[in-house]
């Protein structure tokens, strides 16, 4: 017991709490209230519908790695305090809202609320952005892992989410009915949203290099360690650059036609790395040593 002590005084430690069913929840509740934001944006409640749907899956893994989900109701009770139960409020009313509003468009009746209407529409997108972010805000205020403990990482969560979120919509667009989807705006779109989240990990990663011990740890691991091969060729190379790359010829012509097969695979080739990115943040963090 001594000798373990000691390696925890003077060695990093990586965590083991959050597990695969906490990394698939932050992909699939962030691509879910981005999906839902970005067609609440395009007035398209299918799109809204998959949207909650991904979000209901996402939340349905989170109970799962409770272990005893029927207690969830115990994640509301520190709002006060914690982040993960405000988490669990945003969601709540993303989902309630959400489904309101997406009822309000399949039905018609949008028009005749006004007012009323304006202020679900403002408060579904105010809830979709808090879901997009919070997760963030449950790694950032994290002094004992150093990696996590940055701003920047409500923003990256918030850029990936609304990325993923696109490129779901992007690979659905063939069977939702409903309005059309202008691909090639959406993929213009993605191009900024996938350079913004290359300049955001290069930030903080510019950040954390000078940061503890265990930060620079994380980033050695993520760059030149055991996970370095999954970071630097799965999320960067493949789910930034290699998009960025494919794209290129195409975004910045005047009349830019979109082939859904190059599309679809730019989007999964994003999908990857956003999953990538997740898995690799959680997987990455370490305690620092307490001496």
């Not at 067609?39 to 991904?54: F, I, T, V």
């Not at 409770?66 to 405000?86: C, K, N, V, Y």
């Not at 998009?243 to 994003?270: C, D, G, K, N, Y």
Request: charged letters at 15%; hydrophobic letters at 55%; one cysteine or more.
């Amino acid at each position: 017991m001594a000798i373990r002590l000691d390696e925890f005084l003077i060695d990093v430690k990586p965590q083991r709490e959050w597990g695969w069913l906490v990394i698939s929840y932050l992909f699939f509740g962030g691509a879910g209230a981005g999906l839902f934001l970005a067609s609440l944006y395009m007035r398209h409640p299918w799109g809204e519908g998959l949207g909650l749907l991904l979000l209901i899956l996402g939340t349905v893994l989170l109970l799962l790695d409770l272990g005893r989900p029927e207690r969830f109701w115990r994640a509301f009770l520190r709002p006060q305090t914690s982040w993960i139960s405000r988490g669990c409020f945003f969601i709540t009313a993303l989902v309630l809202i959400g489904g309101l509003e997406m009822l309000l468009e399949l039905t018609g009746d949008a028009g005749e609320l006004g007012t009323l209407r304006t202020l679900i529409r403002a408060v579904a997108a105010g809830a979709a952005v808090l879901v997009m972010i919070y997760t963030g805000f449950v790694l950032s205020p994290s002094p004992a892992i150093p990696f996590w403990n940055s701003a920047f990482f409500p923003v990256i969560f918030f850029a990936y989410s609304l990325l993923a979120g696109i490129d779901f919509l992007i690979l659905a667009s063939p069977v939702l009915p409903g309005p059309a989807i202008d691909l090639a705006a959406l993929e213009r779109l993605q191009y900024y949203l996938v350079l913004a989240c290359f300049i955001l990990v290069l930030s903080h990663f510019s950040i954390m290099s000078s940061s503890a011990v265990a930060a620079r740890k994380s980033i050695q691991l993520l760059t030149r360690g055991r996970w370095g091969g999954l970071f630097i060729g799965g999320v960067i190379g493949a789910g930034l650059l290699l998009p960025l790359v494919l794209a290129w010829p195409s975004v910045w012509r005047s009349e830019f036609q979109t082939v859904f097969a190059m599309t679809a695979i730019l989007a999964l080739l994003r999908l990857l790395g956003d999953y990538l990115f997740r898995f690799l943040v959680i997987r990455a963090g370490l305690y620092d040593p307490l001496l």
